[in-house]
């Protein structure tokens, strides 16, 4: 009997250990993500600065240089991880998915930087409201992404929050604050807001992904 309840022992402390190792490596790849989140979450602050005028647009284009570095070094990083890795918070594809959505929205938002520096545009007010809604959306993510390890469920509630702030409405209206004087002036700010709205897309995007991963491990 002894051996018997020592080998159940052992089996019980295997399928722990396994529990335990998947855990870790479920909030491993989870905090990969969630670097890259805090990633597209500075670039978005760099745009937000060289749209007010506080930082002038040759140092934003290099500073949007700088965190689009650590975020593909982040976002590599996740990628060699699931190479050798067997287990995943949700499916491994959308895993990838949530990644490369949020990578999207970085490099959407660098382009924007450097299109703000190349076209030489004004520091303009009109930015700001689709500028704040892409930061709400990906400060909810982020916030979705932490829920992955413990509470995947809430963490699908709130990737669908993440979508609310809508980037495409304020989008929408700041274009058509232009509209009545459109003209050679007026073409920058829309291009540039169209990178935007850009960005707006990849994010849902990144949501949709971490739901999708959770619907199908978890339903």
Do not use: W
Not at 79 to 96: A, K, N, W
Not at 169 to 186: D, E, F, N, R, S
Not at 208 to 213: F, I, N, R, T
């Amino acid at each position: 009997m002894r051996g018997g309840g020592g080998v159940a022992g052992v089996l019980s402390g295997l399928a722990r250990l396994g529990r335990d190792l998947a855990g870790a490596n479920d909030r491993s790849l989870v905090g990969l993500v969630a670097e890259q989140v805090r990633c597209a979450e500075r670039g978005v602050e760099v745009a937000r600065r060289v749209t007010a005028g506080i930082v002038e647009p040759a140092r934003a284009r290099h500073l949007i240089g700088v965190v689009e570095h650590d975020g593909d070094a982040h976002r590599a990083a996740l990628i060699g991880r699931l190479r050798r890795t067997v287990t995943s918070p949700i499916d491994r594809e959308d895993l990838f998915r949530l990644s490369r959505g949020v990578d999207d929205v970085l490099d959407a938002t660098r382009d924007f930087v450097r299109e703000f520096d190349l076209f030489g545009a004004a520091p303009d007010p009109l930015y700001g409201p689709v500028l704040d809604r892409l930061a709400g959306g990906l400060a909810r993510l982020d916030a979705a992404v932490g829920l992955l390890p413990d509470a995947p469920r809430r963490a699908a509630e709130a990737a669908a929050e993440a979508k609310k702030p809508g980037v495409r409405p304020a989008y929408q209206h700041a274009v058509a604050a232009l509209m009545p004087g459109t003209g050679a002036a007026a073409l920058v700010p829309v291009l540039l807001l169209g990178r935007l709205d850009v960005a707006g897309q990849r994010l849902a995007a990144a949501a949709d992904a971490l739901a999708d991963g959770v619907m199908k491990r978890f339903q």
